[in-house]
């Protein structure tokens, strides 16, 4: 399975990106989907989850402001993200809970990361 985002870039303060996550390879279902950032001497931390029935979660720094969603027909998930602030420069991973096998067992995976840059 792979995951791969895009989206990412340079934004100035107040403005918009959006990102996105393709998952591909062998799936038979996905439960949740998350989007995490880490910031440089940070730790990685959740900012958004998703589950399969579109029930959404989000940090406290990021509400109002992001909205995470999916498409389940094309394995992907996407994280709108406005009223950008420097704060929120990061590294931004999403991540997967996916069935490979007929067996139901699930697993995460995770992407490679997309930057994120807020800075005028």
């Known amino acids: 399975v792979q995951l791969v985002e895009s989206g990412g870039g340079l934004v100035q303060p107040g403005g918009s990106l959006r990102l996105s996550c393709a998952a591909s390879?062998?799936?038979?279902?996905?439960?949740?989907m998350n989007w995490y950032r880490q910031a440089p001497g940070k730790q990685r931390e959740l900012v958004a989850t998703i589950s399969s029935g579109g029930s959404t979660d989000y940090a406290d720094f990021v509400k109002g402001r992001f909205t995470i969603s999916r498409d389940n027909a094309k394995n992907t998930v996407y994280l709108q993200m406005n009223t950008l602030k420097p704060e929120d420069t990061a590294v931004y991973y999403c991540?997967?809970?996916?069935?490979?096998?007929?067996?139901?067992?699930?697993?995460?995976?995770w992407g490679q990361g997309t930057q994120v840059t807020v800075s005028s």
């Open positions: 390879g062998t799936i038979f279902s996905i439960k949740d």
């Open positions: 991540e997967a809970n996916v069935q490979v096998t007929i067996a139901p067992r699930w697993e995460y995976y």
